[in-house]
């Protein structure tokens, strides 16, 4: 690892260098605004070993869980009026559901989450990675490159010799131009040295916010903590989902709606979709337009996954959500943050791995490499899960539409400079261990389980996911 990366760790919590580092789950249970002695209902055990890595990967994924499961626990403590549950994080759990998107089979069938063109490329004087799972990032790739977009099985070919030639800035820069994904492998010191890099260190791990001063949110007494609520999912691959995935398991009613010239691969909500119905809604269209404003009038909580400002024009802004349903939750996340040069760039976790640094150390002297999952797509899924239990928590105790905003660049940062591997990390990692099988209109759908964990809590998701888009536009029970 780099000086660069060691020299600042714990500079995100006020820690002088050399100081000790606190725990992942406690710095992020103070980015959330919550009570510190909440942690102590927070216990740690299981088999190690199934996120090995150079970086403290296992650290951030157990901390993420950790403090997701902690705001349902004191969410559920507040609805049932008793003590706040414990909470138990198993590591061997955590592990195989930051592996879910690789785990999952239907009738025994595997997938790739990535597609031939989603890969490392030598330039003429680095790396480069790009990311084109999606026939539009692929066809955008190909012309920025002056590749055939009828190239077919020839198109790597094509590719490498047409990026070989290159530099990778010169690479990244013109596939961003044609409104493909292309970024850069740098260090961390290079990554810093940018402006967006310098902007994202300079950030909080994650920002909550209060809008207005609307009525206090009165929870009925429930089981579950999200119980009675309805959430509207506006994500997409992988860390929205995640989170909307969690909301789902609490007992929400979430609607995840996606615009029909924008089609999801069916493998990876497979995944993502638990618990979860699948609509299309065109919103530029004026009946795709008034079935949504429908169900945003009964919405209790609106997740985007999009570019900063990609949905305003559709009234879709905190600002806008919050003068039109005082007393929601929004929760936003992107890939680069909502400031800087970078704020309007799409970005993929394996991109900003690639970017931030995170890709030079973990691979070796003749190639880049990447984190044995994609992390910080997960946890900032269930950072962001957090987040918006600890919004409700707030909103019941004292009102106001709520803000919260995460970006994956700001989770790496938190990887690369903030987090230390946590002490007696040992292998015995069985992943089938935490696997289940379940019927699903897809075939016989094996997944990993839950990890989010506290006593009396579920301990599954209470449907499978449906063929993506094939549910009718309208709240369950409605």
Known sequence: MSSSVGSSIGSSVGSSVGAPVASGASQAWVALGADSSLLDRVSYGGPSGGLPARLPVMELARATVAVCSLAAAELTSLRTRRPVPRVRVNDEAVAAAFLSDRLVRVDGRAWSAFAPLSRFWRTADGWVRTHANYPHHRARLLAALGVPGDAGEEAVD?????????????????????????????GPGEWAGTEQGALVAERPLLTTARLDDAPRRVLAGAALPCAGLRVLDLTRVLAGPVATRTLALLGA????????????????????????????LDLADPTGRRVFEALL????????????????????SPEALAERRPGLVIAQL?????????????????????????????????????LPAQALDHGTGYLLAAGVLRALTEQHRTGGTRLVRLALARTAHWLLHDLAPAPGEEDGFDAGRRLTET?????????????VAYDGGPVNWGRPPGLWGADAPVWGGA
């Open 439 to 451: 019927d699903s209109p897809m075939g016989r759908l094996r997944h990993a389980l839950p990890p």
């Open 253 to 280: 009613d979430v609607l995840r709606i996606d615009a029909p010239h924008l089609p999801e691969s069916q493998e990876a909500h497979n995944d993502t979709g638990m618990g979860k119905r699948s609509a299309t």
């Open 334 to 370: 992107c890939a680069w943050g909502q400031y800087g040069p970078w704020h309007e760039r799409r970005g993929f976790d394996s991109l900003v791995q690639a970017a931030t640094g995170i890709a030079r150390l973990e691979g070796s002297p003749d190639a880049p490499g990447a």
């Open 297 to 316: 009038d009964e919405a209790d909580v609106v997740v985007t996954g999009y570019r900063p400002g990609a949905l305003d024009r559709f009234g879709l």
């Open 158 to 186: 094509a590719v490498a010799r047409a990026v070989a030639g290159r530099t990778a800035l010169e690479v990244e820069e013109a596939v961003y131009a044609a409104g493909g994904l292309a970024v850069a492998v740098r």
